[in-house]
């Protein structure tokens, strides 16, 4: 019996009283987010791979406010079969192809090509223009802009830069969203009305989900203009409150369905299935918000964007999931099953049928329960395996597909040149007092950019001491005393340089994430120019750099809050000392298994053909957090589910192996089914051409497949029934000390 002072159960009461204010209200705050669907990509405009705060963080924004400009950068490359850069003719029909950019509103200084700009063969060249704003460029700002640079004739042209980056990130994220759901619908409802039975039971739970997506589509887009988020977060956000939305359908409706067949009053089910399954949602909701605020301990942008937007997500799906569903289940009623599209849907409440598949599961691992203990866990150790050899690291531009704007450039430019010249490490080198073309500075910054060059894994130095390799120091200081200077000197200056700071980029021989260009760095960092001097780093090697020991710092802290939180959370739940700590460990292994398969696929690159993504041979340190995060809390959306049911059932009988079975027996064709539904439902983001999106959504595919079909069907009755009676062991005064919901 479910006690009727239960805090859910007078929920039930009071959402079937007021059943059809409550959808009304929802249906107005659903016809008032539609006026924002359009908009609602256009407050994504960065990547968010920096450390807030960090030195690098502070440098990049000095040279941002003190140069003018912050990431309107762009490289136009040339390439001719038959001219060489060095011809008169070639700079000029360069200079024709770009006469366009006079009638461009925004200011701009444009850089053309000197010796570090053109290609071996003299063959390719590039020219960059730099667009003096700290805004970044609408999509149509950046489409004018590219529009007014043409094509000269018998010479190729392509343009790339940060700016057609994020652009082009947008545009797939957009066309992945588009792509994912139009796969994942259609296969949504097929499961959906085999689960059920009915077309009505069918379309709740997606009208449900679309409703909860547009109100958190509608918040988000608030909430980036109060704070920058990052561009991954709409597809993440949207695929976790999807899920979770249709998770917590599925759940309801069935216990539903559950006390419908009961032959009970409308209202009473509704109360019943409040004071049950609305009360596992709840606390469900609860452990997966607890799992998803650790990404705010991260002062990464990346991280605490998505992190806002899960936790819109859980809210949002919790919300609709105990206001909305309940009211429309209490309009509906016995209507629920109406068009049925197969006979005797209404199958007799038989809680333990001998002929269920389930029961046949359920009473044959716990009768075997050593073996199938030992035997699941070796396979599910086996395929986290490979997360010994894992590698981490920050993606680099090549996150989106081969065929895509960006990347089309960057295969380009490096037959021609390092592709580290795009990405070199910036130090910023300052004066106390006085101006820092002083000859004093002068004379030290010389030497200390000659030391620079001497490190072997430095390729190039560009500096106003480094200009041309004939000059010496004393050449250099009477450079700078002159009164007059040359138009591309004057030019450099202007880029690179103020009155009391100048700018130092040093290229690596090797990648951003290479060993060697992190010793390069610190080589930098513990490199003094002088007395007099002060020197600051930034740059992507360096951001990503602090970003990596930033999270390594703060990390253990994470970790610590979401288990201790989810801890507490079951222990409240379910009155067990033992079951939150199993629950944990059980978490722990479908995330070690999801991460060793990521490893196998992305890291070294198997079925990278298949799958249309280009190895990067690291994992993407935001996407082990990220996963960490949400993997976590939808491992214990479907723990909290199946303990609950088992619970439910030791409150009635006292039997630990037959409440084992009751709960395999009640709850597994319905968390295979959810857990189904969210596997195409990731799964469908392996179309995506965004690779972090493509990896989350196989990531969370392979964790719940793993989680749903072996942890929570096999390792879990397993480990219950051979641990027995202390799975509800709760010392007295601890359960006094533990808050109560009237609810047996």
């Known amino acids: 019996m479910h006690k009727s002072d239960s805090t859910f159960f007078k929920l039930g009461h009071g959402i079937f009283r007021f059943r059809k204010a409550i959808v009304c209200f929802w249906g107005l705050v659903f016809c008032a987010c539609i006026a924002f669907i359009t908009l609602a990509i256009s407050p994504f405009k960065d990547t968010g791979f920096i450390a807030e705060g960090s030195i690098s963080d502070k440098t990049e924004q000095f040279l941002n406010n003190k140069l003018g400009y912050a990431h309107n950068e762009f490289v136009i490359l040339y390439h001719s079969k038959h001219l060489i850069a060095t011809d008169p003719l070639y700079l000029q029909q360069i200079k024709k192809s770009l006469e366009g950019l006079k009638n461009f509103p925004i200011e701009h200084d444009v850089l053309y090509p000197q010796d570090q700009q053109i290609s071996a063969d003299k063959h390719t060249a590039y020219v960059v223009v730099i667009l003096k704003t700290q805004e970044t460029l609408s999509p149509e700002e950046l489409k004018k802009f590219t529009s007014t640079i043409k094509k000269p004739k018998s010479m190729t042209i392509q343009v790339g830069g940060e ?3 994020i652009e082009n990130i947008n545009q797939q994220t957009q066309k992945d969203l588009f792509n994912g759901d139009m796969f994942a619908i259609p296969v949504s409802l097929i499961t959906l ?6 077309v009505t039971a069918t379309v709740l739970p997606i009208g449900i989900g679309a409703c909860c997506a547009l109100v958190m589509l509608t918040i988000l887009f608030g909430i980036g203009y109060l704070t920058p988020l990052s561009i991954f977060t709409l597809n993440i956000a949207s695929l976790l409150g999807l899920c979770l939305s249709l998770d917590y359908a599925l759940f309801i409706i069935n216990r539903f369905l559950d006390e419908l067949r009961k032959k009970q009053p409308v209202e009473l089910c509704i109360q019943i299935t409040l004071a049950t399954a609305g009360k596992a949602v709840f606390y469900s909701g609860l452990a997966v918000f607890t799992s998803i605020s650790a990404l705010l301990f991260f002062p990464i942008n990346v991280l605490y964007s998505i992190g806002i937007g899960g936790l819109v997500a859980v809210f949002v799906a919790v919300a609709t999931g105990l206001t909305l569903l309940p009211a429309s289940l209490s309009l509906l009623g016995h209507r629920i099953n109406a068009m049925p599209v197969r006979k005797q849907f209404l199958q007799r409440y038989i809680a333990m049928d001998p002929k269920s598949i389930w029961y046949k599961i359920a009473t044959n691992v716990v009768k075997h329960a050593f073996r199938y203990f030992f035997f699941t866990l070796f396979f599910l150790l086996f395929l986290a395996y490979t997360i010994l050899k894992i590698q981490i690291g920050i993606s680099n531009l090549h996150v989106l597909p081969e065929h895509s704007e960006n990347q089309v450039f960057f295969k380009t430019y490096e037959k021609s040149f390092n592709e580290e010249e795009l990405n070199p490490i910036v130090l910023v080198v300052s004066a106390n007092k006085g101006s820092i073309l002083s000859p004093q500075y002068l004379s030290k910054i010389y030497d200390y950019v000659e030391k620079i060059k001497k490190n072997a894994a430095v390729a190039e130095v560009s500096s106003i001491v480094s200009l041309d390799d004939s000059l010496d120091k004393e050449e250099y200081k009477a450079l700078y005393q002159a009164k007059t200077r040359d138009l591309n000197l004057e030019q450099f200056l202007d880029q690179s340089t103020r009155h009391q700071f100048t700018v130092v980029k040093v290229v690596s021989r090797y990648s951003q994430d290479a060993d060697e260009t992190k010793k390069l760095i610190e080589d930098l960092r513990m490199l003094k120019p002088g007395k007099g001097l002060t020197t600051s780093l930034t740059g992507s090697p360096v951001i990503n750099d602090e970003v990596l020991k930033v999270i390594a ?32 460990f059980m978490n722990v292994l479908s995330l070690c298994t999801s991460y060793g398969v990521l490893v ?24 082990i957090i990220i996963l960490f995060c949400a993997l976590f809390g939808f491992s214990m959306d479907y723990e909290v589910f199946l303990l609950t049911r088992i619970h439910e059932a030791y409150q009635e009988y006292h039997d630990n192996e037959k409440s084992i079975v009751f709960g395999i027996v009640k709850s ?21 051409d965004v690779l972090m999106v493509k990896q989350f959504g196989l990531g969370i595919a392979v964790a719940i497949f793993v989680d749903a079909f072996a942890i929570r069907t096999i390792l879990v009755p397993a480990t219950m029934a051979l641990v027995k009676q202390w799975n509800w062991y709760l010392p007295k005064w601890l359960d006094k000390l533990l808050p109560k919901d009237q609810a047996s």
Request: aromatic content about 14%; hydrophobic content about 60%.
């Open 163 to 165: 700016p057609i980056f």
């Open 193 to 198: 009305l085999i689960i059920f039975g009915s």
């Open 668 to 688: 597994s064709r319905i968390i295979t089914s959810a857990a189904l539904i969210v596997i195409v439902l990731c799964g469908s983001y392996m179309v995506a």
């Open 553 to 584: 710092k703060i990390l253990p802290y994470a970790i610590a809050w979401v288990f201790l939180i989810t801890y507490l959370i079951l222990l409240i739940l379910l009155r067990s000392i033992f079951l939150p700590l199993k629950a944990i």
């Open 600 to 623: 196998f696929i992305f890291q070294e690159g198997h079925f990278h053909n298949l799958l249309q993504f280009s190895p990067q041979g690291i994992l993407d340190v935001n996407l």
